[in-house]
């Protein structure tokens, strides 16, 4: 069983930025496509950004230019750099690791911007 464990989130103000970290249990880590997931009150969750185990990135168009996903293998862990945070982007968000098919999710971190 792959665990996922999240930091980062917080409350900031718009504007500003926030780094969330997504530790994986995993040694398969550098083989996994790694995401980050996010959902609001009342809305659908929405796929923020995405890494395949090669680099490749993409991402919202609701957040191309202000977040940046990024992994380190060695680590086993993947991050969402969160720039020019707006108001809108408040939500719990989710790292998601898929393994050859098998997704494994982790407990959310809430992010918090007001305006």
């Known amino acids: 069983q792959v665990q996922l464990v999240e930091s980062g989130g917080g409350l900031v103000q718009a504007g500003g930025s926030l780094r969330l970290s997504c530790a994986a249990s995993t040694r398969m880590f550098g083989s996994c496509a790694m995401g980050w997931i996010r959902q609001a009150p009342g809305k659908q969750r929405e796929l923020v950004a995405r890494i395949t185990s090669s680099g490749g990135t993409n991402y919202a168009d609701s957040v191309k230019g202000r977040f940046t996903i990024s992994r380190d293998n060695a680590k086993n862990t993947a991050f969402l750099q969160m720039n020019s945070l707006k108001p809108e982007d408040t939500a719990v968000y989710y790292c998601?690791?898929?393994?050859?098919?098998?997704?494994?999710w982790g407990q959310g971190t809430q992010v918090t911007v007001s305006s």
């Open positions: 998601n690791l898929d393994l050859f098919g098998l997704n494994y």
